[in-house]
């Protein structure tokens, strides 16, 4: 029996980066895919590509301070597990970090639906697979 996520055709590997902001009552912060994204109206973990040349620290600071309108020092993202998932077309590889301290509001600058969630509720909300396989790691956070 083979598993396609183990295919051993060669893919574009895409390697983006993802953090789960956690607020003071411990919920997570989700944000839903707007219309005319691929994967529109699921729920994700704020984050995105890397630039070239870009660390996944600093690709991070810069999509939650494009994204959500928050500064994050580097010293308050701590890595916490990644997600490794083949898709029809390339492969994904998405660190995941985990956020407790920012300065500012968290706001939807790009015009994305955002919810606090509680971890135990996080498979309540449709997720791109590659994000799924992360919920039992916040969980036990």
């Known amino acids: 029996m083979t ?19 956690i607020d003071g009552d411990g919920r997570i912060l989700l944000a839903q895919r707007p219309e005319g994204k691929t994967l529109a109206g699921l729920w994700e973990f704020p ?6 040349g870009e660390s996944p620290e600093a690709s ?15 010293d308050c993202l701590a890595p916490l597990t990644f997600a490794s998932h083949a898709y029809e077309t390339f492969h994904l590889l998405m660190p995941l970090y985990v956020c407790r301290r920012w300065e500012g509001i ?6 994305q639906m955002l919810k606090w969630v509680a971890p135990n509720r996080l498979r309540d909300y ?3 697979a590659a994000d799924e396989p992360l919920i ?3 969980i036990d956070l």
């Open 136 to 138: 039992p790691f916040l």
């Open 106 to 111: 968290v706001t939807s600058c790009e015009g």
């Open 47 to 52: 984050g995105g590509k890397l630039e070239p």
């Open 126 to 128: 449709p997720m791109p």
């Open 3 to 21: 598993d396609a996520s183990f295919s051993t055709q060669p893919k574009k590997l895409l390697f983006v980066v993802a953090c789960a902001l």
């Open 60 to 74: 991070l600071i810069r999509e939650l301070h494009e994204e959500l309108g928050i500064t994050v020092k580097p």
